[in-house]
């Protein structure tokens, strides 16, 4: 039963159009994540967030950019997409288990393509 | 940083075990192991605080070393479900709770 939830899980559309990929989580979860996973590779941190209002870019530069208004939702979003942004979005909480493990819970994914 | 993942990829037979490094050049302030199954998403398997420690559940095990250079994830017996890409993420010192991951290692477990 997924606690994180992502949307849409594949879309397809044209250069230049914005989107907006959703994502949700039921857990209470403070921090949260954005990865960029390309087919059978490695994943990227493109953003995440501490809680509500706090935003940080990750380690792989991205021209995406997100939002935490509300501590259930982490919105990533393309204001002009392009066929380098093809790949897939996986959204991601973390459980604080004590002695600094943060342990991660992943969602889905989004696999978007840009034609 | 990103840490260093070795090998690539493994092809075992059914019953076989296999071992999965994972290294890196400063030392960590943890180690998260995950396996992703073609398709989904990666599901957490264990993670490692202590220099020295090890743990395991069923035959899937990891350690961590005394530096906190290194991690191995010790697979034995293996099975079918075991197929799939394995990856290590770290979090160091100066990152916070932020979680960096290997490139992954592909593993293949055939009958």
């Known amino acids: 039963e997924a606690d994180i939830y992502q949307t849409p899980r594949y879309l397809v559309i044209g250069t230049g159009k914005k989107i907006t990929l959703e994502c949700s989580q039921t857990?209470?979860?403070?921090?949260m994540y954005w990865y960029q996973q390309d087919p059978g590779m490695e994943l990227h941190l493109i953003h995440y967030s501490y809680g509500v209002n706090s935003t940080e870019k990750g380690d792989l530069s991205s021209e995406s950019t997100v939002s935490r208004i509300r501590t259930e939702h982490f919105p990533l979003t393309l204001e002009s997409a392009r066929p380098s942004h093809t790949s897939q979005y996986l959204c991601?909480?973390?459980?604080?288990?004590?002695?600094?493990?943060?342990?991660?819970?992943f969602g889905a994914g989004s696999r978007l393509t840009v034609l | 940083q990103q840490p260093v993942q070795s090998p690539q990829a493994v092809i075992l037979r059914e019953g076989e075990d296999a071992v999965i490094n994972c290294s890196s050049s400063?030392?960590?302030?943890?180690v998260h192991w995950y396996r992703q199954k073609h398709g989904e998403a990666p599901i957490f398997l264990m993670i490692?605080?202590?220099?020295?420690e090890q743990k395991g559940h069923d035959k899937i095990s990891a350690s961590f070393n005394e530096k906190k250079q290194q991690s191995s994830l010790y697979l034995t017996a293996s099975q079918l479900s075991y197929s799939g890409t394995y990856f290590c993420g770290t979090g160091d010192y100066t990152g916070g709770f932020k979680t960096i991951f290997g490139a992954g290692t592909r593993l293949f477990v055939k009958a």
């Open positions: 400063k030392a960590l302030y943890s």
């Open positions: 991601a909480s973390s459980e604080y288990r004590g002695s600094g493990a943060n342990v991660l819970t």
């Open positions: 857990m209470g979860h403070d921090k």
């Open positions: 490692l605080l202590k220099g020295g």
